[in-house]
């Protein structure tokens, strides 16, 4: 697993793009993510949620600090 922060498939780094996979593969997780009304309003519903994320991919508590949460705001805008 790659958890540093090198670009990955085009986002920032591993941990953006597989929060963004989430939120997108969800369909409660994704109707979060269209309620959500800036970056930092997503980043406090994750850190709500965070029970539902730690069990996806072997997420590690660590690697929230790499996300990149204007980045998924900003591409997961309809």
């Known amino acids: 697993m790659i958890t540093d ?4 498939n085009g986002w920032k780094n591993w941990a953006t ?3 963004s996979l989430w939120y997108n593969n969800d369909e409660y ?4 993510l269209l309620k959500a009304g800036s970056a930092s ?3 406090a519903i994750f850190n709500t949620e965070i029970d539902l994320f730690k ?5 590690k508590d660590n ?3 790499n996300i990149d ?4 705001y900003n591409n997961n805008q309809e």
């Open 5 to 8: 922060n090198k670009k990955y």
């Open 17 to 19: 793009w597989n929060v």
């Open 29 to 32: 997780l994704y109707s979060l």
């Open 41 to 43: 309003e997503l980043k």
């Open 55 to 59: 069990d996806f991919d072997g997420f």
């Open 63 to 65: 690697e929230i600090n």
């Open 69 to 72: 949460w204007i980045e998924v």
